[in-house]
């Protein structure tokens, strides 16, 4: 069988990893800086180049290869091939050709699909969500990304841009977030709204040792920081997840209500909070849901780690070539 090879395009690091679908395995995997400033056009050209950088490293020919799936962080027109918002990438790539580009500079068939997709898609098929009928991930990260595996299948929606859970309204009155709408749960429970709460902890005084923990270096509190204070027994740290955790608790309520799904599984860097963030999650739900088994539904941490991605766009360029 083929091998496939899965990017990811980040807005720091260019990864491609050469993915055996059958079991999920990364098998080789190179990685460079994106460079994001560049032109979309030497982008592209930067990623076709590590395609084939790929291949040759790991000692195979293009007819190794059945194909590539790139992860891509923002919305896309899937039956088009293109970008069409990418906010973490300078000039937002509109309407950008990428999937033709990639497959005329390689000779490669090329799917793209959102990088929480991915994720999602990984998780599924190796991972967290492996055997389920019905999951939901949220990536919990710089911003909060979504993804659906809906009776068998991952979900896509219009265009792909289905599963957007971060942007679901928690606060129809809240503060307005990047996308436009007022109240998403990213503007409540992203990394950067956590990191915010211990600032604003250590700014105004209270007693905890967040200040202590980043020597009342203020830009240097992140939520692994606020983590370490909470397992070290810091009050304000560990209400400070709690309330985050109450926050997606909410989005994955109104997700076990619209959908019914067995598990929700939780991806991306603060994830690494661990049970200070999955505890008031799956107490949220206890509390919020009655009408379905809310017991039955398992809040569980994401078990890819970073190599998710790779793996989901890869095995899916397989199920589509
Ligand atoms: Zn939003």
Not at 30 to 52: E, N, V, Y
Request: glycine fraction near 14%; proline fraction near 4%.
């Amino acid at each position: 069988m083929k091998k496939y090879i899965g990017c990811d395009l980040g807005g720091t690091n260019l990864r491609a990893a050469i993915v055996d679908v059958e079991n999920g395995a990364v098998l080789h995997q190179l990685s460079i800086p994106t460079l994001a400033r560049d032109s979309h056009d030497l982008i592209m050209k930067r990623m076709a180049d590590l395609f084939l950088q790929v291949i040759q490293f790991a000692g195979m020919n293009l007819e190794d290869i059945g194909g590539i799936g790139i992860g891509v962080p923002g919305v896309l027109d899937l039956e088009n091939g293109e970008t069409l918002f990418l906010p973490n990438l300078p000039g937002t790539w509109p309407h950008v050709p990428l999937q033709a580009t990639i497959e005329n500079r390689t000779g490669l068939p090329t799917r793209l699909l959102n990088d929480v997709r991915s994720i999602t898609h990984g998780e599924w098929l190796f991972g967290a969500g492996r055997g389920m009928e019905t999951i939901a991930v949220l990536a919990i990260g710089t911003g909060i990304g979504g993804g659906l595996v809906i009776n068998g299948q991952l979900h896509l929606g219009i265009g792909g841009t289905g599963g957007e859970l971060g942007h679901t309204t928690i606060n129809f009155n809240g503060p307005r977030c990047g996308c436009g709408n007022h109240g998403c749960l990213e503007t409540y429970a992203s990394g950067p709204a956590i990191s915010a709460a211990g600032v604003k902890a250590v700014a105004q005084g209270l007693t905890t040792r967040i200040g202590e923990f980043c020597d009342y270096d203020l830009n240097r509190i992140t939520p692994e920081l606020i983590a370490k204070a909470a397992q070290a027994g810091d009050e304000i740290a560990k209400d400070i997840y709690e309330k985050a955790g109450y926050y997606i608790g909410i989005t994955a309520a109104n997700i076990c209500v619209a959908l019914g799904p067995r598990r929700i599984v939780i991806a991306g860097g603060v994830a690494q909070a661990g049970e200070l963030l999955l505890d008031p999650i799956h107490r949220t739900l206890l509390e919020r849901v009655h009408v379905m088994p809310v017991e039955q539904v398992e809040v569980v941490p994401s078990q890819l780690g970073d190599d998710a991605g790779v793996i989901g766009v890869a095995c899916w360029a397989a199920k589509k070539s």
